[in-house]
């Protein structure tokens, strides 16, 4: 067996990484594409492995030099046209060779998991295609496969149709060939797909013609859930370095992301924290059915997006103004408001984190849930000289709740203390009676001008990529200063169609916050069985839960999750508050899910 790595490319879309160098020479996480690649074919025992160069291709000739003479046998070709020829020419100068062993042919842009290789060579069948289940960020050749392996069709780009994808497999670009199969099959049609059609062309198009002719000359292999990336551009060097970061590196590097975890189809987040039971598939579908319009027409300003967000929770117009995610209002609530603020900890930190330290005066509850009440912030706050108090109810990560009774209570104090109660109730309708516990209602508002409720729409309703959120009070010159801090078209035209079409599906939210209480009560029960956590009681769709020092730390734990498992917790080691309390926060998402995180708790 012997291995043929084309390598000519010019790889343009990698821009300042390829200036200088070809693909196979970019560093992914300090290692080189092609000592990667190298170093894995060492350990299969090939008679030689060919690499096909071409842009720069004295430069990978002379980094490789003679490092490898003790694991391989390398010999190499030169594509001099590359700037003018496609990976077809490329392979056709080697041809030769393909026809005096079996190959493995391989691409020099991939990065992949070792246990590919084995995958390939440990299978009987002689001629295979590596193929993984089409995910959104695959581009490029995709095939279709019958219940026996049989690889039925090669889809080239303009073939592509997205309603087709749940019958599409990506080529990884890694194919064993026998040399008979070179020599009687391959062979013969490239030189005529050339002859033909030039060498502008892609090596996998004289496979399409192979399997169009004779469909069980060719099998595909699934990875199934082996790790790879196709190199093609800045961001997909970013997405691979994330993937294949050493175990200690990949939790920090996925945890500056902040999110964007649809780019890796297999991972289970109960990091960030939404409504796993809603929209209903109806409402997805009359999103996607008004896509193109939406796509291609403006948004309306403020005026209408306050309208319908009015509309949306039955409040006042001029009450209330609709921001791009809660985090946009948040911010320019902040910037304006001056003063002290008090602060339970811990909390939800996009609040403080726009405040001087000075200016915070902090709040700790002496217990071991971090629970608290209203009579609590009073007292502590009574003899504190504060212009702001903070609430998160229910609060975030500890899940703490304060009943309607006792926030109104603590809104009223605040009145007589001239302090403004910020209240955010993001995660509100995730508690017990939910419907009874929110302030937004025109006369709760008009009785407290000095409160300002802020609420995400991400969370409870399950949409974070829309990015909405409100903010309401009846202090109409605050509403009138953000809605003039704020970009007059910041909302999009999907969030604002959102907001338009919802009302229609409220019997569908009240079925999904009942469903999701139902779930939570059960996932508690559950996470109650693993023997080194503590759960804490939670109003919210996340649980806080202390992690057995003895066991693992909090920071130990959520690694080996992510590493073995593919599932992200969030440490909370990191919040103001919690630190050194081994305590992590896990989101509460449907039942298959919570399912897939107690098991592998349990077999830790």
């Not at 392979?91 to 020099?108: F, N, P, W």
């Not at 920090?252 to 109960?270: A, C, H, I, P, V």
């Not at 971090?370 to 007292?379: G, R």
């Not at 809605?483 to 035209?493: F, L, Q």
Request: proline share 3%; aromatic share 12%.
């Amino acid at each position: 067996m012997q291995a043929i790595i084309l390598a000519a490319g010019m790889g343009r879309r990698l821009g300042e990484y390829t200036k200088d160098n070809t693909k196979c020479m970019l560093p992914v996480n300090g290692v080189r594409l092609i000592d990667r690649m190298l170093n894995q074919l060492a350990e299969l025992n090939l008679s030689r492995v060919i690499i096909v160069v071409g842009y720069k291709g004295q430069n990978v000739i002379d980094y490789v030099g003679h490092r490898f003479d003790d694991k391989l046998k390398i010999e190499w070709a030169n594509n001099p046209i590359y700037d003018k020829t496609n990976n077809i020419y490329s392979l056709g100068l080697v041809k030769e060779k393909m026809m005096e062993d079996d190959t493995i042919l391989l691409e020099s842009d991939l990065i992949v998991d070792s246990k590919m290789f084995r995958l390939i060579l440990d299978d009987s069948f002689p001629n295979l295609a590596l193929v993984a289940k089409y995910e959104t960020w695959m581009d490029g050749t995709m095939v279709c496969i019958d219940q026996d392996h049989n690889i039925v069709n090669f889809v080239p780009k303009q073939a592509f149709k997205y309603e087709d994808t749940d019958h599409y497999y990506k080529t990884v670009n890694i194919y064993k060939f026998s040399k008979e199969f070179a020599t009687n099959s391959y062979v013969p049609f490239l030189d005529a797909y050339v002859k033909a059609l030039g060498n502008n062309e892609y090596y996998e198009q004289v496979l399409r013609v192979i399997t169009l002719i004779n469909n069980a000359e060719l099998k595909a292999k699934p990875v199934g859930n082996l790790p790879w990336y196709e190199i093609d551009d800045v961001q997909d060097k970013d997405i691979a370095e994330t993937i294949f970061a050493e175990e200690k590196d990949k939790l920090s590097k996925y945890m500056k992301r902040y999110g964007g975890y649809w780019r890796f189809e297999n991972m289970l987040d109960f990091c960030y924290l939404v409504n796993p039971y809603f929209p209903p598939q109806k409402m997805r579908n009359e999103l996607q059915a008004n896509f193109g319009r939406l796509l291609t027409e403006y948004p309306s300003g403020m005026f209408v997006n306050s309208l319908l967000a009015g509309k949306y929770f039955n409040i006042k117009q001029e009450y209330v103004v609709a921001g791009n995610g809660a985090a946009e209002l948040i911010k320019s609530l902040m910037e304006r408001e001056s003063g002290k603020i008090g602060v339970v900890y811990p909390t939800f930190e996009e609040y403080p984190h726009r405040k001087k330290t000075e200016d915070i005066v902090q709040f700790v509850p002496q217990n071991a849930n971090y629970s608290y009440t209203a009579n609590d912030l009073m007292q502590y706050y009574a003899d504190k000289k504060i212009e702001q108090l903070l609430l998160i109810n229910p609060d975030n990560p500890s899940g703490n709740f304060i009943p309607v009774a006792d926030v109104l209570n603590l809104a009223q104090w605040c009145k007589k203390q001239n302090i403004t109660l910020i209240l955010d109730e993001s995660f509100v309708d995730f508690s017990d009676n939910w419907e009874s516990n929110t302030m937004l209602t025109n006369d709760i508002l008009a009785s407290h001008p000095n409160m300002v409720v802020v609420k995400s729409i991400s969370k409870s309703y399950g949409v974070p990529g829309l990015r909405l959120g409100i903010l309401a009070t009846s202090n109409t010159e605050l509403v009138n200063y953000i809605k003039k801090d704020v970009a007059i078209w910041n909302i999009n035209s999907f969030a604002e169609f959102y907001m338009q079409i919802f009302n229609k599906y409220e019997k569908d939210y009240r079925k999904a916050c009942e469903k999701f209480i139902v779930e939570r009560a059960r996932f508690v029960e559950k996470l109650k069985s693993v023997p080194y956590l503590r759960v804490i009681p939670s109003q919210a769709n996340f649980l806080m839960c202390e992690v057995d020092k003895a066991k693992y730390t909090s920071h130990e734990l959520t690694e080996i999750l992510l590493n073995k498992f593919n599932i992200l917790i969030k440490d909370c080691d990191t919040k103001n508050g919690l630190k050194g309390k081994n305590m992590i926060r896990i989101a509460v998402r449907n039942t298959k899910d919570n399912d897939a995180l107690v098991d592998a708790l349990m077999l830790l």
